[in-house]
């Protein structure tokens, strides 16, 4: 893969364009080196070339008229002083006939030059070379000395091409700083053509980096029409709308996640790689585990229940919606588990919902139990009182003793039923809240002296003793006194009841900083542990020593209006080392 590169772009666009226009004015300074060079070479051949001419007429007379040539050197040396140049005159078989830098004697035969054989055959010449007799490169023009239609010598001009070399670098350092001068020119607006061209892209790559970093990107200006204005305006519509939509989904994702953190039924999302990809707080409490350890886990490591996996599979091999019913154990909770094929998020997707069935299996449980309790409460007197009537209907009604003896336990059992009917309909108020309690600050002590002196009689008869222990100075307490009394009556007449005589109730009251403590402990036969959890149950009553006479609703009645009061009742018991009953009340402001 291609390594990105860091530079930013209007950096590297201005670089490209620098190393274009380098490249251009190197080429361009290099053809206008080369021209010019070829130019100056072109006239300065045409300049020796007229002068030769200038010099032909002032010498052809002279080589018209024959030997002796000894005024052409006075003539020649004149010239070359006036051109700057070196004058040789040939004869046609190549002798140097006379010669302006030295004597024409001591100079070899010139007949092997090529402008002189050129010049010979009645042609102008040229050539460049290195020069034997001067020893340095010359530039040479020759051109044929026509005497009538006969070619009577060579006329040749010769210039060191050193000065051809100063002034091509003279012409090239001019060109060399021109060109310089323009490419930094050029490099500058390059540079701001650049940074101009590339400020929209720059200024769409911050409102990008400010989308992904979640901040509120600004507009972009309007710069201009072209193409780079039109991709920002685009880019702008596009993440308005993008930021709606995610801004829209964001909306119902946190809807969902409100719906689903808030459920009571627990939710669990399994892919199409068996992997748990969403799950919500109702299934982590019923299966007892904690989200980092869920999420992207395999279905069978989450539950950990095999009801729930064949459901689960079940459902994504017949691509159908299952249920079942079962009890998870060994945390005995009781569910209905739904499994839900999900064909449009993806293939082999399943929904399961899990409905926590445990408090309406209680309530079912409860509510057979009240049937039966109050079935068997009712039918006890009931056959009683059948069978008592079919008595007296049997002739017992001539017996006058018989009958007052059936009719009087007669009489007692419609009682018993009567408060049995009385106690459904007080329970049933309290429950539904119908019962208003009248508050008001109250003593402790009040409450218990009232208690015990209402039951002292009872107490006397079966030869128990009644003790009253208060803290000093208690707070009042924020209660119903009727009502409290009637729990405290209840609490009492239990204790007497199951309290052998000689025994000793005592009633006690105690400070804890937001309420007051109170508590009933006798000497009696005790609560079996396996029953001491439920003995404010409806119509509950204990196998042995406490299943004599009684509802079995008292307690039940005590700990809802403990509770309406704000407070809470328990009790604690040794089985035949007596049992002690607890309530609190909250303390009045």
């Not at 419609?414 to 008001?440: T, Y």
Request: charged share 20%.
């Amino acid at each position: 893969m291609m390594k990105r590169s860091s530079i930013p772009l209007h950096w590297r666009v201005a670089g490209m364009y620098i190393l274009l226009l380098v490249i251009a004015f190197s080429l361009l300074g290099l053809i206008l080196a080369h021209f010019l060079n070829q130019s100056y070479l072109n006239m300065l051949q045409k300049q020796l070339f007229s002068d030769t001419y200038l010099i032909n007429e002032q010498i052809n007379p002279i080589i018209a008229g024959g030997p002796p040539y000894t005024p052409l050197e006075a003539e020649i040396q004149t010239s070359a002083k006036l051109i700057s140049a070196r004058i040789t005159i040939i004869l046609p078989d190549g002798t140097v006939i006379a010669e302006t830098t030295q004597s024409p004697d001591g100079l070899e035969n010139h007949l092997s030059r090529p402008e002189i054989q050129e010049a010979l055959k009645g042609k102008e010449a040229t050539a460049s070379r290195y020069s034997s007799t001067t020893r340095i490169p010359m530039l040479y023009t020759a051109i044929p000395i026509l005497v009538g239609n006969q070619v009577a010598g060579v006329l040749r001009l010769s210039v060191p091409q050193s000065y051809i070399s100063q002034n091509y670098r003279l012409i090239g350092r001019l060109i060399f700083i021109s060109c310089l001068i323009s490419t930094l020119v050029a490099i500058l607006f390059a540079l701001l053509l650049t940074n101009h061209t590339t400020r929209p892209l720059r200024q769409l790559t911050t409102r990008v980096q400010a989308m992904i970093g979640e901040n509120d990107p600004e507009a972009l200006p309007r710069l201009g029409g072209d193409e780079v204005y039109r991709l920002s305006q685009a880019f702008d519509t596009l993440s308005s709308q993008l930021i709606s939509q995610i801004s829209a989904l964001q909306n119902e994702r946190t809807k969902l996640e409100v719906v689903l953190e808030n459920m009571t039924d627990g939710v669990i999302m399994v892919d199409n790689h068996d992997q748990v990809v969403l799950i919500n707080p109702a299934a982590l409490k019923v299966f007892q585990i904690d989200l980092p350890s869920a999420l992207y886990c395999s279905l069978v490591e989450v539950v950990r229940h095999h009801q729930v996996v064949d459901l689960w599979e079940k459902c994504k091999t017949s691509v159908k919606a299952q249920n079942n019913t079962f009890e998870l154990t060994p945390s005995r909770v009781f569910i209905q588990a739904f499994a839900i094929p999900l064909p449009l998020i993806g293939p082999d997707y399943v929904l399961l919902v899990i409905q926590d069935l445990t408090r309406v299996q209680r309530l079912e449980t409860v509510r057979r139990d009240f049937i039966s309790n109050i079935s068997h409460e009712l039918r006890t007197p009931l056959a009683s009182l059948k069978a008592l009537a079919e008595t007296l209907q049997e002739g017992a009604l001539e017996d006058a003793p018989a009958a007052r003896r059936f009719l009087s336990q007669m009489d007692r059992e419609i009682d018993n039923l009567a408060q049995l009917v009385q106690e459904l309909l007080e329970l049933s108020r309290i429950e539904s809240g119908k019962v208003p309690l009248v508050r008001r600050p109250i003593q402790p002590a009040e409450l218990l002296q009232e208690a015990m002196n209402r039951m002292s009689m009872q107490a006397d008869r079966a030869s128990i003793h009644l003790q009253l222990n208060l803290d000093e100075e208690l707070p009042t307490v924020q209660a119903d006194p009727i009502r409290i009394s009637q729990v405290l009556l209840n609490l009492l007449h239990n204790a007497i009841k199951f309290t052998p005589p000689g025994g000793k109730i005592i009633l006690n009251a105690r400070s804890r900083p937001f309420d007051v403590i109170f508590s009933i402990q006798d000497t009696g036969s005790g609560i079996p542990s396996q029953d001491l959890n439920r003995i404010f149950e409806r119509f509950y009553k204990t196998d042995r020593s406490r299943s004599g006479g009684g509802t079995g609703l008292g307690l039940s009645i005590a700990r809802h209006l403990i509770e309406a009061h704000g407070g809470r009742i328990w009790a604690e018991s040794t089985e035949g080392s007596g049992s002690t009953f607890y309530f609190s009340l909250p303390k009045s402001n």
